[in-house]
Protein backbone atom coordinates (compact mmCIF):
# COMPACT_ATOMS: atom_id res chain seq x y z
CA UNK A 1 0.00 0.00 0.00
CA UNK A 2 1.59 2.96 -0.80
CA UNK A 3 1.59 6.02 1.51
CA UNK A 4 0.74 9.54 0.67
CA UNK A 5 3.51 11.99 0.61
CA UNK A 6 2.72 13.67 3.92
CA UNK A 7 2.24 10.18 6.00
CA UNK A 8 5.74 8.65 4.05
CA UNK A 9 7.55 12.15 5.30
CA UNK A 10 6.51 10.56 8.64
CA UNK A 11 7.25 7.60 8.11
CA UNK A 12 10.85 8.03 7.53
CA UNK A 13 11.00 10.80 10.37
CA UNK A 14 9.79 7.80 12.55
CA UNK A 15 12.14 5.08 11.05
CA UNK A 16 14.90 7.75 11.65
CA UNK A 17 14.25 8.08 15.14
CA UNK A 18 13.85 11.88 14.26
CA UNK A 19 9.71 11.22 15.61
CA UNK A 20 8.57 8.87 18.36
CA UNK A 21 5.78 7.21 17.92
CA UNK A 22 2.57 7.78 19.84
CA UNK A 23 1.16 4.87 22.06
CA UNK A 24 -1.62 2.98 20.73
CA UNK A 25 -4.82 3.07 22.64
CA UNK A 26 -6.82 -0.68 23.41
CA UNK A 27 -9.58 -0.96 21.40
CA UNK A 28 -12.44 -3.50 20.16
CA UNK A 29 -14.07 -3.69 16.79
CA UNK A 30 -17.03 -6.35 16.21
CA UNK A 31 -17.64 -7.98 12.68
CA UNK A 32 -21.87 -8.18 12.57
CA UNK A 33 -22.95 -11.02 10.32
CA UNK A 34 -26.38 -12.27 8.66
CA UNK A 35 -27.52 -15.09 6.29
CA UNK A 36 -25.61 -14.47 3.41
CA UNK A 37 -22.99 -14.10 4.82
CA UNK A 38 -23.01 -10.48 4.95
CA UNK A 39 -21.22 -7.89 7.15
CA UNK A 40 -22.19 -4.61 8.35
CA UNK A 41 -20.39 -1.61 7.37
CA UNK A 42 -20.33 1.95 8.44
CA UNK A 43 -18.91 4.39 6.41
CA UNK A 44 -16.52 6.90 8.83
CA UNK A 45 -17.40 10.84 7.94
CA UNK A 46 -14.95 12.55 6.07
CA UNK A 47 -14.62 14.93 8.87
CA UNK A 48 -13.02 12.39 10.68
CA UNK A 49 -9.42 12.69 12.02
CA UNK A 50 -8.57 9.03 11.54
CA UNK A 51 -9.52 7.01 8.76
CA UNK A 52 -11.85 9.47 7.40
CA UNK A 53 -13.93 7.75 4.31
CA UNK A 54 -13.15 4.47 4.92
CA UNK A 55 -15.83 2.00 5.19
CA UNK A 56 -15.18 0.14 9.16
CA UNK A 57 -17.00 -2.07 11.72
CA UNK A 58 -18.57 -0.76 14.79
CA UNK A 59 -15.49 -0.09 17.38
CA UNK A 60 -13.66 1.78 19.33
CA UNK A 61 -11.52 2.68 22.28
CA UNK A 62 -11.68 0.97 25.63
CA UNK A 63 -13.31 3.00 28.25
CA UNK A 64 -11.54 3.11 31.67
CA UNK A 65 -14.78 1.82 33.17
CA UNK A 66 -15.06 -1.33 30.88
CA UNK A 67 -12.11 -2.39 32.90
CA UNK A 68 -12.90 -1.40 36.41
CA UNK A 69 -16.41 -2.09 37.11
CA UNK A 70 -18.16 -5.70 36.92
CA UNK A 71 -21.09 -6.43 34.99
CA UNK A 72 -23.57 -9.80 34.63
CA UNK A 73 -21.12 -12.30 32.55
CA UNK A 74 -22.43 -14.99 31.14
CA UNK A 75 -19.60 -17.04 28.74
CA UNK A 76 -16.00 -17.36 28.74
CA UNK A 77 -14.62 -15.77 31.42
CA UNK A 78 -12.76 -12.81 31.30
CA UNK A 79 -9.44 -14.73 32.37
CA UNK A 80 -10.31 -16.70 29.33
CA UNK A 81 -10.45 -14.23 26.94
CA UNK A 82 -7.22 -12.84 28.12
CA UNK A 83 -5.72 -16.49 27.22
CA UNK A 84 -7.09 -15.98 23.45
CA UNK A 85 -5.94 -11.97 23.33
CA UNK A 86 -3.00 -12.43 25.52
CA UNK A 87 -4.13 -9.79 27.46
CA UNK A 88 -4.28 -9.26 31.69
CA UNK A 89 -7.82 -10.21 32.91
CA UNK A 90 -8.85 -6.61 33.61
CA UNK A 91 -8.10 -5.64 30.01
CA UNK A 92 -9.39 -8.52 29.11
CA UNK A 93 -12.93 -7.56 30.52
CA UNK A 94 -12.29 -4.14 28.90
CA UNK A 95 -12.06 -4.95 25.53
CA UNK A 96 -15.40 -7.66 25.71
CA UNK A 97 -17.22 -4.55 26.95
CA UNK A 98 -16.31 -2.20 24.60
CA UNK A 99 -16.64 -4.59 21.80
CA UNK A 100 -20.50 -4.89 23.07
CA UNK A 101 -20.89 -1.49 24.29
CA UNK A 102 -19.70 -0.04 20.99
CA UNK A 103 -21.90 -2.10 19.01
CA UNK A 104 -24.81 -1.11 20.59
CA UNK A 105 -24.09 2.73 20.09
CA UNK A 106 -22.45 2.36 16.42
CA UNK A 107 -25.43 0.04 15.47
CA UNK A 108 -28.28 -0.63 18.15
CA UNK A 109 -27.35 -4.76 18.20
CA UNK A 110 -27.03 -4.97 21.60
CA UNK A 111 -24.94 -8.73 23.04
CA UNK A 112 -27.19 -8.98 26.18
CA UNK A 113 -30.34 -10.62 27.61
CA UNK A 114 -32.70 -10.70 30.83
CA UNK A 115 -30.92 -13.97 31.75
CA UNK A 116 -27.74 -16.03 30.48
CA UNK A 117 -29.58 -17.89 27.29
CA UNK A 118 -32.03 -15.14 25.97
CA UNK A 119 -31.29 -11.88 24.30
CA UNK A 120 -32.87 -8.75 24.28
CA UNK A 121 -35.68 -8.64 20.92
CA UNK A 122 -35.93 -5.24 20.09
CA UNK A 123 -33.56 -1.94 21.17
CA UNK A 124 -35.65 0.82 19.52
CA UNK A 125 -37.84 3.16 21.17
CA UNK A 126 -36.82 6.65 22.66
CA UNK A 127 -35.67 5.23 26.12
CA UNK A 128 -33.36 2.90 24.24
CA UNK A 129 -32.00 5.65 21.89
CA UNK A 130 -31.74 8.01 25.66
CA UNK A 131 -29.43 5.24 26.93
CA UNK A 132 -27.38 5.18 23.37
CA UNK A 133 -26.59 8.68 23.75
CA UNK A 134 -25.58 8.47 27.14
CA UNK A 135 -23.28 5.74 26.53
CA UNK A 136 -21.92 7.90 23.57
CA UNK A 137 -21.05 10.90 25.32
CA UNK A 138 -19.92 9.09 28.48
CA UNK A 139 -22.47 10.47 31.29
CA UNK A 140 -23.39 6.37 31.44
CA UNK A 141 -21.39 3.47 32.69
CA UNK A 142 -21.76 0.44 30.61
CA UNK A 143 -21.78 -1.38 33.56
CA UNK A 144 -24.56 1.04 35.21
CA UNK A 145 -26.62 0.55 32.17
CA UNK A 146 -26.49 -3.22 32.11
CA UNK A 147 -27.31 -2.92 35.78
CA UNK A 148 -30.38 -0.55 35.66
CA UNK A 149 -31.86 -2.85 32.44
CA UNK A 150 -31.37 -6.11 34.63
CA UNK A 151 -29.54 -7.20 31.85
CA UNK A 152 -26.39 -9.75 31.45
CA UNK A 153 -23.45 -9.78 28.99
CA UNK A 154 -23.78 -12.47 26.35
CA UNK A 155 -19.82 -12.95 25.61
CA UNK A 156 -20.75 -16.33 24.37
CA UNK A 157 -22.02 -14.48 21.13
CA UNK A 158 -19.27 -13.62 20.26
CA UNK A 159 -15.90 -14.98 18.40
CA UNK A 160 -12.11 -13.83 18.97
CA UNK A 161 -10.49 -12.95 14.96
CA UNK A 162 -7.71 -11.18 15.21
CA UNK A 163 -5.40 -8.27 16.48
CA UNK A 164 -4.54 -5.54 14.45
CA UNK A 165 -2.42 -2.95 15.83
CA UNK A 166 -2.13 0.74 14.19
CA UNK A 167 1.30 1.48 12.35
CA UNK A 168 3.74 3.25 14.37
CA UNK A 169 3.93 5.95 11.68
CA UNK A 170 0.15 6.94 12.16
CA UNK A 171 -0.68 10.16 14.51
CA UNK A 172 -3.72 8.24 15.70
CA UNK A 173 -3.08 4.41 16.84
CA UNK A 174 -5.41 1.87 18.28
CA UNK A 175 -4.28 -1.67 19.65
CA UNK A 176 -7.40 -3.76 18.33
CA UNK A 177 -9.12 -6.97 18.77
CA UNK A 178 -11.48 -7.94 16.59
CA UNK A 179 -14.52 -10.24 17.39
CA UNK A 180 -17.63 -11.28 15.09
CA UNK A 181 -20.69 -12.33 15.96
CA UNK A 182 -24.54 -12.90 14.69
CA UNK A 183 -26.89 -10.21 14.50
CA UNK A 184 -29.34 -11.58 17.31
CA UNK A 185 -32.47 -13.21 16.54
CA UNK A 186 -35.44 -9.89 16.24
CA UNK A 187 -32.87 -7.54 16.56
CA UNK A 188 -32.11 -5.21 13.64
CA UNK A 189 -29.24 -2.76 12.90
CA UNK A 190 -30.17 1.27 12.77
CA UNK A 191 -28.71 4.09 10.95
CA UNK A 192 -27.73 5.94 13.95
CA UNK A 193 -25.39 8.36 12.57
CA UNK A 194 -22.73 9.60 14.54
CA UNK A 195 -19.38 9.27 13.18
CA UNK A 196 -20.69 7.57 10.23
CA UNK A 197 -22.89 8.97 7.27
CA UNK A 198 -23.51 5.63 5.87
CA UNK A 199 -24.43 1.84 6.70
CA UNK A 200 -24.27 -1.28 4.53
CA UNK A 201 -24.72 -4.85 4.84
CA UNK A 202 -22.70 -6.30 2.25
CA UNK A 203 -21.46 -9.83 1.27
CA UNK A 204 -17.22 -9.51 2.02
CA UNK A 205 -16.78 -10.56 -1.76
CA UNK A 206 -18.91 -7.60 -2.96
CA UNK A 207 -17.19 -5.18 -0.59
CA UNK A 208 -14.18 -6.68 -1.63
CA UNK A 209 -14.88 -5.85 -5.16
CA UNK A 210 -16.47 -2.17 -4.53
CA UNK A 211 -14.91 0.83 -4.34
CA UNK A 212 -15.34 1.44 -0.89
CA UNK A 213 -12.02 2.62 1.04
CA UNK A 214 -10.84 0.36 3.35
CA UNK A 215 -8.36 0.29 5.76
CA UNK A 216 -5.90 -2.90 5.61
CA UNK A 217 -7.44 -4.50 8.72
CA UNK A 218 -10.61 -4.61 7.28
CA UNK A 219 -9.58 -5.31 3.68
CA UNK A 220 -7.53 -8.85 4.99
CA UNK A 221 -11.16 -9.28 7.17
CA UNK A 222 -13.09 -9.39 4.62
CA UNK A 223 -10.94 -11.41 2.65
CA UNK A 224 -11.20 -14.22 4.85
CA UNK A 225 -14.95 -13.83 5.73
CA UNK A 226 -14.89 -14.33 2.14
CA UNK A 227 -13.82 -18.03 2.13
CA UNK A 228 -16.97 -19.12 4.48
CA UNK A 229 -20.51 -19.86 2.52
CA UNK A 230 -22.27 -19.54 5.77
CA UNK A 231 -22.28 -18.69 9.68
CA UNK A 232 -21.71 -21.82 10.35
CA UNK A 233 -18.81 -21.84 8.66
CA UNK A 234 -17.47 -18.48 10.85
CA UNK A 235 -18.17 -19.36 13.71
CA UNK A 236 -16.37 -23.27 13.46
CA UNK A 237 -13.21 -21.23 12.04
CA UNK A 238 -10.44 -21.98 13.82
CA UNK A 239 -8.82 -18.46 15.34
CA UNK A 240 -5.25 -18.51 16.27
CA UNK A 241 -4.95 -14.77 17.42
CA UNK A 242 -1.58 -13.55 15.88
CA UNK A 243 -0.85 -10.00 16.94
CA UNK A 244 -0.01 -7.79 13.49
CA UNK A 245 0.93 -4.14 13.10
CA UNK A 246 1.64 -3.29 9.81
CA UNK A 247 4.80 -1.48 9.32
CA UNK A 248 6.73 1.48 6.98
CA UNK A 249 9.41 0.42 4.15
CA UNK A 250 10.95 2.40 1.51
CA UNK A 251 10.88 0.52 -1.55
CA UNK A 252 12.69 2.14 -5.21
CA UNK A 253 12.66 5.79 -3.36
CA UNK A 254 8.82 4.75 -2.63
CA UNK A 255 7.08 4.36 1.38
CA UNK A 256 5.03 1.98 1.54
CA UNK A 257 3.31 -0.79 4.21
CA UNK A 258 3.18 -3.75 4.44
CA UNK A 259 2.12 -6.74 7.04
CA UNK A 260 4.89 -9.19 6.25
Do not use: N
Not at 111 to 138: F, H
Not at 158 to 184: C, G, N, Q, S, Y
Request: hydrophobic share 45%.
Amino acid sequence: MPLPAELADRARDVLAGRVQPVPARDAATVVLLRPGPEVYLLRRKATMAFAAGAYVFPGGSVDTRDTDQAVAWAGPSPAAWGEVFKADERLARGLVCAAVRETFEESGVLLAGPGPDSVVADTTGDDWEADRLALIDRSLGFADFLARRGLVLRTDLLKAWAHWITPEIEHKRFDTRFFVAVLPDGQRTRDVGGEADRVVWQRPADALASDFFLMPPTRATLTELAAYDDLDGVLAAHREIVTIMPRAVEIEGEMRLVTS
